[in-house]
């Protein structure tokens, strides 16, 4: 269910009428409630409210009917009751049936209304059907409705158009849509004549809807002419109405479809609405879902809210405008030259959408203007002229869907026209809103096939600067379609040897790169990928080389959509300049910044440092190496059934099998056994019928591969095809992919013989305190920065993880200390031991319900910390930067010791 099957639903629920009997129950089901809790509310079964009366509905609502007049008592004791705040009721409701009343108690918003006025605050209910709506959409819900009435114009447009549905006509119809839209704006807003557009439709074409295309045809094409032209003077007088528009949007001969009753009813629904207070920065996201059916059911939802926007905008240039405005409040020639730059700034976003980010710079610009000229006028005698510093001309873009450029182009027009009429509320002039200004600024292409030198081009003027800004498509290097890897090697390829192991956005990054001059800077926000694992060294080392230096940074954050069943992605901000003068940095969270004087493409406040694979480990640690790979066809391994099956019927066989430990078997402990036989025994295991038959199987299967090297092992149908051998008395196992949520990694120390399989890494009887070291926090942030990423989860790599891992001389002492640690872990596990580690190791539990391996791992911690720095790390980031300066110095020494032994 999304957001407007909710309103009509709550729509309708008002309709009807109040019934005390079933308004609560009519009301969770219009938010889509679960049927199982609507039979427990209605039969009164597992109601854990403790006022009488009344029912609550655990993490969702505290409701009670209210006797007339006392619906304000009857919110007060539900506020007052123990039960919701135990069972966290985020809303408190009561009804009288003529008053309503809600509280929620998360965001303190209080609702109170005539009954039959309800239906306008559904929106703040919506987290009960699991939406979570940025603000700014529940305080406007004109988008959705508009969004709502336009889907069905749309679709009834396409119905009386069946061969407006082809590729060739894509753009024509959104084109058409898009000038539906401004019309609907331009009438609500004073641009045109009030309701002149939706009048004339009405007028026309309501009683005969085959008028509809002749008479919007007139409209357009007396809108795309100015005053006298002669295309004008033999059209209609009702078109002669309306104004000369310009700006691109009606340049041409109008396409207008053919219109049925249904398509004009639909159209003359969207025009009842007030499109003056459509947000331009929501709804030119929310209306991509009116031609991308798949998004249908989540209206609203893929809207990024300002303050994700912000993130990003922020730190490249706002605060550094609003610092300047502050350092110049009281100095008439230091606030002009505060106009003078945003004359001169300019906002490049080279994968726009619907243009969010160039709305939200826009009009972030434009208020800054408006606080200046206030304060100018304020403390000197300036007066506010007509035309704004912040021009439309300025903000570029290219997309690569057709509908988001056409919306994008839109949006800024609404977005000035908005900004204009607040400019005109502050200083009583009003800039002339038609003719349009064509700036022709946003392309619509690939923006990794078009020179953005075409759509953004360097400017002469050494005043002038250009920030390139956005949120480009993810995409990684095994999820890209063909001709994406085919932008990935005609751009990244230019600069990265290794192009096919890079994301997708790794080409905006590489771009941006060689777009760069010293008064262009970049930022965009990328999934971390980017700066993790083998992708840290591959794209950031030859970047580094253009003279491009990393001059921004965010924490991680997630960057979601609003829909609640749909995880965000985790991100970060990260800005590029190419300016030898301003090497230094910024590094930035939510709540606070600081200037580093360098950024390395960990996004630390550090050298740059890049990790490369290594054979061999660059501490005193034994080789980590892949687990044993069977290449059997699976008739080498068995389960617990015919492990004990083959046991039972042939008790000789004990000796061949040994339990197989790879990811799964590690995390969640599924038991999963072997065949292990030696050359010297193979003799005596084929005496054995089921085993000889598996053998048989496996010698089959491998002289079936087409493989060459897999055929040629068909002649050992005992052994692995790829062996690293087994421990004799112990052995750590290192799943290869593991959560990147938990605090600590789930890794294994078996203390019997077993065979790892090759969805592991493993050290073969190791020390004990080697488990205490890849138990660490300090080797997962290790692990966490430097490894790969099989979709959001851990990658583990020998090479990249262990080998590298920088480890001090370890002191006999140290040793002890840390296999006593190690020893404890164990124990802990052993106390809980009918718990998986996928379920000791659960971040949402671990601590409450496994305290004793909770403390365990924080000793270790503390301890091996200790032996590292002294005392324990203040932070993560602190963490890295001893990690990464033990890497160099060990590395170094490595590197002068080969150098020596080669002469």
């Not at 439309?392 to 450029?405: C, P, R």
């Not at 760069?516 to 926000?525: I, Q």
């Not at 091996?864 to 990690?883: A, Q, S």
Request: neutral net charge.
């Amino acid at each position: 269910m999304n957001v407007v099957d909710i309103e009509e639903n709550v729509q309708e629920l008002v309709s009807k009428g109040f019934n005390p009997d079933t308004f609560i129950l009519d009301f969770v089901k219009a938010y889509d409630a679960p049927k199982a809790l609507i039979q427990q509310l209605k039969g009164g079964h597992q109601n854990l409210s403790d006022v009488p009366g009344a029912v609550l509905w655990r993490r969702n609502l505290h409701y009670k009917l209210a006797s007339k007049g006392q619906v304000a008592a009857v919110i007060a004791e539900l506020e007052r009751s123990q039960a919701t705040s135990k069972y966290k009721a985020r809303f408190v409701i009561s009804t009288d049936g003529d008053e309503f009343s809600a509280r929620d108690l998360v965001s303190g918003n209080t609702i109170n209304c005539h009954f039959d006025e309800l239906a306008v605050h559904f929106a703040s209910f919506l987290s009960l059907a699991g939406i979570f709506i940025d603000e700014a959409i529940e305080e406007n819900p004109i988008d959705i409705k508009a969004t709502k009435r336009l889907t069905k114009f749309y679709d009834s447009i396409l119905q009386d158009n069946p061969t407006w549905k082809t590729d060739e006509m894509r753009h024509t119809l959104n084109h058409f849509i898009t000038q539906v839209i401004f019309c609907l704006f331009a009438e609500d807003t004073g641009i045109i004549a009030d309701n002149i557009f939706t009048d004339t439709i009405r007028t026309y074409c309501e009683s005969d809807s085959e008028q509809a295309q002749p008479v919007i045809t007139a409209i357009f094409t007396a809108m795309a002419h100015s005053e006298g032209a002669e295309a004008r003077a033999s059209l209609p007088a009702y078109a002669q109405k309306f104004p000369h528009v310009n700006g691109g949007l009606f340049r041409g001969d109008p396409q207008v479809p053919r219109f049925l009753r249904g398509s004009v009813r639909y159209l003359m629904d969207a025009g009842a609405l007030d499109w003056k207070e459509i947000n331009p920065d929501i709804f030119g996201s929310m209306i991509q879902a009116i031609v991308h059916q798949d998004q249908r059911g989540e209206l609203g939802m893929h809207y990024t809210s300002v303050s994700n926007i912000l993130k990003l905008l922020k730190p490249l240039f706002l605060h550094d405008l609003q610092e300047q405005v502050r350092s110049s409040w009281n100095s008439k020639k230091g606030l002009q030259n505060v106009l003078q730059r945003l004359m001169k700034i300019r906002v490049f976003d080279p994968a726009c959408g619907s243009g969010n980010f160039l709305v939200i710079a826009y009009r972030e610009l434009r208020n800054i203007e408006i606080q200046v000229i206030r304060r100018l006028a304020e403390i000197s005698d300036f007066s506010a002229g007509i035309w704004s510093h912040v021009e439309l001309k300025n903000f570029f873009g290219i997309e690569y869907i057709d509908f988001a450029s056409e919306t994008a182009k839109l949006s800024l027009w609404i977005a000035e026209y908005q900004m204009n009429k607040r400019y005109e509320d502050e200083f009583g002039k009003l800039p002339p809103s038609l003719p349009l200004k064509d700036t022709n600024n946003i392309r619509h292409g690939n923006a990794l096939r078009i020179a953005w030198e075409s759509v953004c081009p360097h400017s002469d003027d050494p005043e002038v600067e250009t920030y390139i800004v956005g949120n480009p498509p993810y995409l990684g290097y095994n999820k890209q379609t063909p001709e994406q890897k085919r932008d990935v090697e005609n751009t990244s390829g230019k600069i990265v040897k290794n192009w096919r192991s890079l994301d997708y956005i790794s080409a905006w990054f590489a771009i941006a790169s060689l777009y760069l001059d010293k008064r262009t800077e970049c930022a965009f926000v990328s999934t971390n990928s980017i700066v993790q694992g083998e992708q840290a060294t591959l794209l950031w080392e030859p970047i580094f080389n253009l003279g491009v230096s990393i001059n921004l940074a965010s924490q991680k954050f997630k960057w979601s959509n609003n829909a609640a069943n749909i995880a965000g992605v985790t991100c970060v901000v990260v800005g590029l300049n190419k300016n030898p003068n301003k090497l230094d940095g910024k590094i930035f969270g939510d709540r606070y910044s600081k200037r580093v004087s360098q950024i390395n493409q960990y996004l630390l406040p550090a050298d740059k440092i890049f990790i490369r694979p290594s054979n061999t480990p660059i501490s005193n640690l034994k080789r980590m190496p892949l687990g044993n790979m069977a290449k059997d066809g699976g008739y080498l391994f068995l389960d617990s059934l015919e492990m004990q099956d083959m046991i039972d019927a042939f008790p000789e066989s004990r000796e061949f099998i040994l339990p197989a430990f790879g990811s799964q078997e590690v995390i969640k402990g599924m038991n999963r056994y072997c065949l292990w036989i030696p050359d010297s025994r193979l003799n005596c295991a084929r005496k054995i019928p089921p085993i000889n038959e598996r053998l048989k199987g496996v010698e089959k299967m491998r002289l079936n591969s087409p493989a060459e090297s897999t055929k040629s092992y068909a002649k050992y149908p005992n052994r692995f095809k790829q062996i690293q051998g087994i421990g004799e008395r112990n052995t750590l196992i290192i799943p290869r992919v593991f959560s990147e949520t938990r605090y600590w990694p789930t890794v294994a120390f078996i203390d019997h013989p077993c065979v790892v399989t090759d969805l592991a890494y493993l050290v073969a009887d190791p020390p004990k305190y080697y488990f205490s070291i890849v138990s660490s926090k300090t080797h997962l942030i290790w692990v966490q920065t430097i490894s790969g990423k099989l979709e959001s989860r851990i990658r583990y790599s020998n090479t990249m993880c262990w080998h590298t891992f920088p480890v001090p001389d370890l002191t006999g002492d140290d040793k002890a200390a840390l296999t006593k640690c190690a020893e404890d872990i164990l124990l802990a596990r052993d106390h809980y031991f009918e718990h998986t580690l996928a379920e000791l190791y659960d971040p949402k539990n671990m601590e409450k319900k496994f305290p004793e391996l909770w403390e365990a791992h924080q000793r270790n911690d503390e301890v091996l910390e200790t032996i590292y720095n002294g005392k324990p790390f203040e932070n993560d980031t602190e963490r890295l930067e001893h990690l990464f300066a033990r890497y160099v110095e060990m590395t170094s020494k490595l590197a002068s010791k080969q150098k020596g032994a080669k002469k």
